[in-house]
């Protein structure tokens, strides 16, 4: 019982506290013509009464008097309740709407995103979701439970009023409750063991059906396969649920049982008073009524078991995800205007959440100022990790990268964000507009169409524009029904959402020549060359690029080759060439292959 009092208020005070955050006047309105309408319905019985012992006493004018009572509450009841509903299905769909935003706050929030790479997390995020969806049922459940608890008090009153006995009828709606409560925690369970494969088998479907991956799921054969694997996922999960859904509809159709039986009890208590003379038909008549009412109020309570259930589980997912993610500490410093010295990394090591081994160890390194920096290394060596750790998205694991000598965990995370241009190696194709795609790099620059167009034409990205349509133009077919890019072509726009920060002091760019022709390579490393001096002139800022294209690192003031989750040498690109190593190596085989 205590863990129902828990769930139970955890339900009210969540789902309540949403409510009326979203629309505390409606919702106050809507609880009152609720509460309004339950209260009529007890007195239904009691009109009945006085209306069988008037008929029986043959005084017609007071029995049709009391018939029209009765009409008249039931349509008061139809229409309290119909207006009641209009006001907290809208502050339900707020307050659902407001649980949606909190989802995406949480996912996109915290100080990092090592939280994104873990699957109970993920788990947890896509139960919360299917829960937001629910809110409204949630609320109107609350509300409900109120109602039917008003109308339970008036209830026991009016029975009590005939014989002191019945009033314990409603108690025996408490075991049919008990074993609800057991039931629903049966198929939440169920739920719960099923969400993997739940989540296996929607994404098996997504997969088979996305447009980027089709061409080579066509030609591999493997659709066939896919959907092989999405039925037998999507089988184990609902012969599970059909299972414990079986199981839980047992418990409660017992429950219902045991109450039918107190129900018949009561009535035969009030038909032998009637036979002795001490109840008068009309209470016989009460009696009934009230009882049929009471049956129908325990179905509905014991339905919406269920709800309050789901609503205070819903409750502690959103505890469990805020839990989850990473707080950033109270920023100790500030965010410098310019480098004057640089960045250091001091013996960084790194694992990704829930892996076993770390992706980088002891990891020393000093970026100056004003460098342009260039990361080379084989595939997995870790480069892009690296990458994002000096953007604040990972905490190293052990060991610490300093700004200006400041620990990057001492600066305020969002401040360090904001100074930051970045284009990742899996950079964002947003099926959006083309203002949206290059604008949130700078969201105050959004509506700036002269900073849009330069930041187009830096990245090489003006030609895509033009082919677009102009800023307004739609990109992909996600959306609207816009124009479908290369390769090459998206990731030029996403060089011009890079660009169009102002004043960096890191411009980072993983792979920014991964997806482009050796001519657009060339000029964009030659404007870069150039942009980049301008900035470090201005702010200090650092360069930093990876790249498997050795002409292009070779300009670079650092080179960095990242081994095995290690600094295995830098220098610049003479000094590399001077000495036998991996660098050295690479660049004598790129170089023979395009001679
Ligand atoms: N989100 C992640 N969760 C777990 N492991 C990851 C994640 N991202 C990368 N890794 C692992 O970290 C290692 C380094 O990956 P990283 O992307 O840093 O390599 P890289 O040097 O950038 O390679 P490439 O040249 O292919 O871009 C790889 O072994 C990869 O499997
Ligand atoms: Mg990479």
Same mark, same amino acid.
């Given at each position: ?80 309740? $119909? ?146 694997? $999405? ?185 360090? $964000? ?154 610049? $690109? ?22």
């Amino acid at each position: 019982m205590k863990n129902t009092d828990s769930s139970l208020s955890t339900a009210v005070r969540f789902v309540l506290g949403l409510a009326w955050g979203a629309d505390r006047r409606k919702l106050t309105v809507g609880v009152a013509l609720l509460l309004i309408g339950y209260l009529s319905t007890p007195f239904v019985g009691f009109l009945l009464r006085d209306f069988t012992d008037a008929a029986l006493r043959g005084q017609s004018a007071t029995a049709a008097a009391m018939a029209v009572g009765v009409a008249a509450l039931l349509v008061f009841e139809l229409m309290m309740g $119909h207006f009641a509903h209009l006001y907290y299905f809208e502050v339900g769909e707020q307050a659902g709407t407001e649980l949606d935003r909190r989802l995406a706050a949480l996912a996109g929030g915290g100080s990092g995103i090592a939280h994104l790479d873990d699957p109970h997390f993920n788990d947890t995020l896509a139960l919360a979701a299917e829960d937001a969806a629910k809110t409204r049922p949630a609320l109107e459940g609350v509300l409900h439970l109120a109602g039917l608890a008003l109308r339970a008090a008036v209830t026991v009153v009016l029975l009590a009023t005939v014989n002191p006995w019945l009033t314990l009828l409603p108690l025996a709606a408490v075991p049919p409750v008990l074993i609800a409560r057991r039931a629903a925690e049966l198929s939440n369970r169920a739920r719960e063991r099923t969400a993997e494969a739940g989540r296996l088998a929607s994404h098996l479907l997504s997969l088979a059906a996305d447009a980027d991956a089709v061409k080579e799921i066509r030609l591999s054969g493997a659709d066939a396969h896919l959907l092989d694997r $999405h039925g037998s996922a999507w089988r184990q999960t609902t012969d599970a649920l059909w299972a414990a859904q079986w199981r839980a509809a047992a418990l409660r159709g017992a429950g219902q049982l045991l109450f039918a039986a107190a129900y018949g009890g009561a009535i035969l208590v009030v038909l032998q008073q009637a036979v002795r003379g001490t109840a008068t038909v009309g209470e016989v008549v009460l009696v009934v009524t009230l009882a049929v009412q009471i049956s129908v109020q325990v179905a509905s309570a014991i339905g919406l078991h269920a709800t309050m259930a789901a609503a205070a589980r819903t409750a502690q997912r959103f505890d469990e995800l805020a839990a989850a993610v990473p707080v950033a500490a109270p920023a100790r410093a500030k965010t410098p205007r310019r480098l004057r010295r640089g960045i250091r990394l001091r013996g960084v090591g790194f694992a990704y959440p829930g892996a076993a081994e770390p992706v980088l160890h002891g990891v020393d390194l000093t970026i100056p100022a004003g460098a342009t920096v260039a990361l080379v290394g084989e595939n997995g060596a870790g480069k892009s990790t690296l990458v994002k750790l000096l953007c604040g998205l990972y905490q190293p694991t052990s060991g610490a990268i300093t700004v200006d000598g400041v620990d990057l965990r001492d600066l305020p995370a969002a401040k360090w $964000h904001s100074r930051i241009a970045m284009l990742f190696q899996d950079f964002a194709k947003l099926h959006l507009s083309v203002r949206t795609n290059i604008g949130i790099g700078q969201l105050a620059l959004a509506a700036d169409d002269t900073a849009l167009h330069a930041a187009a034409r830096l990245a090489r990205a003006d030609a895509v524009v033009a082919q677009a349509g102009g800023l307004g133009g739609m990109l992909g077919r996600g959306y609207a029904d816009g124009t479908e890019l290369s390769g090459g072509q998206w990731q030029s726009i996403g060089l011009a959402r890079a660009l169009l920060r102002p004043t960096p002091l890191l411009l980072a760019l993983d792979e920014p020549a991964a997806a482009l022709d050796a001519h657009a390579e060339d000029a964009l490393f030659g404007r870069f060359a150039a942009s980049g001096r301008r900035a470090a002139r201005g702010a200090g800022a650092i360069t930093l690029f990876t790249s498997h294209r050795f002409s292009t690192v070779r300009a670079a003031d650092l080179i960095v080759v990242l081994s095995g989750g290690t600094v295995a040498d830098q220098g610049t $690109h003479q000094e590399l060439m001077s000495r036998p190593g991996l660098y050295r190596e690479l660049y004598t085989m790129q170089e023979r292959a395009y001679t």
